[in-house]
């Protein structure tokens, strides 16, 4: 059945006159009234009762129109929904974050999305970046943010706003009230790690700390997520190097301090995969980028 006969219908059935239906319609009456007889035909039922001074709906009419009212709505909000997928304005973005990336640039990116496509479901996963990677290699994810510098081929990447590394004492340790501190004054305490293979680079840039500053870290505890590590110093566990950002999160019990003559950047991405390319991911890299 062609759609078009579904509008003639429609349009017949609201005018009840063939000379106003076919104005409406921008066609002449003769293919109203062939189109008209051919639906009938197709159906095998009268429509419309008609003679020269009136047009009516029999009461199959009736029961038809109802549903092809329903018909036509729906292929309507079929071209209005395929337009707005296409716009960018409708669809789902799967998103990966870890667990400091709340602290940072990621909830105000994700706002900013929202405000500018509401028309888009978000699903963010908490997941490392090691998964992350993995998940947008495979193409699994749209995006991650991602704690890493660099990401590998097929994948592009947009920095994120720097943080920087503080030292994270036990609110009780005699260094935690100091208005900074030298990474050497740390040199015989216990420390509280990142796990290597879950983000290498947030274990290997603490590490990298760690030489410039001539230390050998005494390591007796690995976490998987900054704030374990955190809590972790918090039930006086150890001390650690961290963002500076998880602040933020309210863990009661621990103090940062700033590292006296240092200011080291954390490591943060928004990545993609570089063969992904919706409206959609475009919004959302748009407004990651500030524009």
Known sequence: MKLHLLRYFAVLAEELHFGRAAERLAITQPPLSSGIK????ELGVRLF???SKHVELTPAGHAYLAEVRIVLDRVARAGETARA???????RLDIGFTGSMVYRDMPRIVRAFGARAPGIEVQLREMSSSEQIEALLHRQLHAGF?????????????PLAAD???????????????????LTALAQETFVMFARDV??????????????????????HAARQWLTVVSL?????????????????????????????????TVGVLAWH????TPALRVFLACAAGA
Do not use: K, Y
């Open 38 to 41: 051919a639906l009938e035909e």
């Open 49 to 51: 009762e008609r003679s």
């Open 85 to 91: 997928v296409a716009a960018g304005l409708q669809g």
């Open 146 to 158: 991602v704690n890493t510098s660099t990401v590998p081929p097929r994948l592009a990447c947009l």
């Open 164 to 182: 920087h590394f503080v030292c994270c004492l036990p609110e009780d340790h005699a260094l935690a009230h100091e208005r900074s501190v030298p």
């Open 199 to 220: 983000a290498p680079a947030n274990h290997d840039n603490v590490i990298a700390l760690f030489h410039r500053a001539g230390i050998h870290p005494h390591t007796r």
């Open 233 to 265: 110093v918090a039930l006086r566990m150890g001390v650690a190097l961290v963002p500076a950002s998880l602040a933020q999160a309210g863990v009661q019990g621990v103090r940062f301090v700033p590292i006296a003559g240092l200011h080291h950047p």
């Open 274 to 277: 570089e063969e992904t390319d």
